[in-house]
């Protein structure tokens, strides 16, 4: 049974930091690239940052770049995403998603963890 599951998301005030977590489990975690997403109210769900698999290459969305890191453990099946300088445009849902790139292509998806940053 696939299962992705993020953990970390809170309230935070702008200016501060947070760490999520997805843990992995039911499928090769280090065949997937991985990456974290993020809906706000009323926006579409959009690509936050990338860590593929075959060498830990990362992308991110050019409004978190050298805010947000991505890395993962292969080891341990799990992904973070260490969010600095925080901001109140940064308030979303963000998902886990595991991405398979070969042949047949699918993806999996986590439930999400509430991130808000409020004063």
């Known amino acids: 049974q696939v299962q992705l599951v993020e953990s970390g998301g809170g309230l935070v005030q702008p200016g501060g930091s947070l760490r999520l977590s997805c843990a992995a489990s039911?499928?090769?975690?280090?065949?997937?690239?991985m990456s974290w997403y993020r809906q706000a109210p009323g926006k579409e769900r959009e690509l936050v940052a990338t860590i593929r698999s075959t060498d830990g290459r990362t992308n991110y969305a050019s409004s978190v770049k050298d805010r947000f890191t991505i890395s993962r453990d292969n080891s341990k099946n799990e992904m973070y995403l260490q969010m600095s300088s925080l901001k109140p445009e940064d308030t979303a849902v963000y998902y886990c998603?595991?991405?398979?790139?070969?042949?047949?292509?699918?993806?999996?998806w986590g439930q999400g963890t509430q991130v808000t940053v409020s004063s």
């Open positions: 039911g499928f090769t975690f280090s065949s997937y690239a």
């Open positions: 998603n595991a991405q398979y790139v070969s042949w047949p292509q699918h993806a999996f």
